[in-house]
């Protein structure tokens, strides 16, 4: 059996959809009402929360003029060993590399006795994940907008050496025009040398590729993150992850048999189906390239709306 992955692949508890919320742990003492770093240049005023995740809180901030962002909160306590630190001047250093429309803008990072701060684009339409759950599941002109939009994106990361490792629908979050913003760079690696293949097993039990799991002797590389929009493009058509079940080892199992299937009910076009079934390819070079997925049929021959309508966050949009 594959070795457990570290972090924070414990993610939720995979169910039928709504898929539930993470039940919150034991709160650290909040960061000040208002944020400053040593030399008190930067002053943040904290107006609310807004999620966390494996080791970070996330609250809205205000600066002085009246600018809305995200503020990334770790605390000190939680950066003891040496391995927490390089994880985190790692995630620092290849957020703040990036920039692009659709990833999450890296502003500054400073720090405080008690934690280190990351000031982020702020993103308060939440991720695709939570409109899933109101949704249930997207029509397929929404997938191919999202798509899309992710995959400039990824394309971009690649280009700059860098594997995003953890794609998944609570990583895409929306801005206010709807549009998608790539964030939670946690797990990111860089490849700094050609040819170089990554070993540590990561990622979310749902969306790791089976070359992760079962060719640890190999490695792994960019064509992780193909798999993971491979995994994603399936969630948003019908409504749940391709190789879910109750059991972590479960998922495991059907990744490594490739076993999914399209349920009859969702009527899932054949495009759309012929594109998942190629990306979701278990030998990492036959997969196809983005260049090769964005130029298949389900996008050209279908339709990509310019934008998606904010009502869109409760409703299937009519495209017509
Ligand atoms: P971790 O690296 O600890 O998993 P994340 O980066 O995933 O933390 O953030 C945890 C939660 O905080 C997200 O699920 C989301 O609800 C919220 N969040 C993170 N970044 C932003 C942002 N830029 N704008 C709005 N909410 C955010």
Known sequence: PPAKPQDKEKEKKPASPPLPR????ITPPSPPKVICDKTGTIQLNRVGFLGEGGFARVYEV??????????????????KTKKAKTKLYAE???HRSLEHPNIVCFQECFEDDDNVYMTLELCPSGSLMDMLR???????????????????ACHYMHTHQVIHRDLKLGNLFLDANMNVKVGDFGLAALIENPGERKKTICGTPNYIA???????????????????????????????????????????????DNLYDFPPERAISTGAQS????????????????????????????LVPPYIPTSAHDAPPDFR
């Not at 993470?22 to 742990?25: D, E, G, S, T, V």
């Open 22 to 25: 993470q039940n919150a742990k």
């Open 210 to 256: 089976p070359e992760v799991l079962f060719d640890t002797a190999n490695g792994h590389s960019f064509e992780v993150d193909t798999w993971s929009i491979g995994v994603i493009l399936y969630t948003l058509v019908v409504g749940r992850p391709p190789f879910q079940t109750a059991e972590v080892k479960d998922i495991y199992k059907r990744i490594r």
């Open 275 to 302: 594109l998942i079934e190629q990306i979701l390819t278990p030998n990492p070079q036959h997969r196809p390239t983005l260049h090769e997925i964005v130029d298949h049929a389900f996008f050209v021959q279908g």
């Open 62 to 79: 205000k600066e002085s003029s009246g600018a809305r962002l995200a503020c990334k909160v770790v605390t000190k306590s939680s950066l």
């Open 134 to 152: 109101r949704r249930r599941r997207f029509t397929e002109p929404e997938a191919r907008f999202f798509m899309v939009q992710l995959m400039g």
């Open 92 to 94: 620092i250093k290849i």
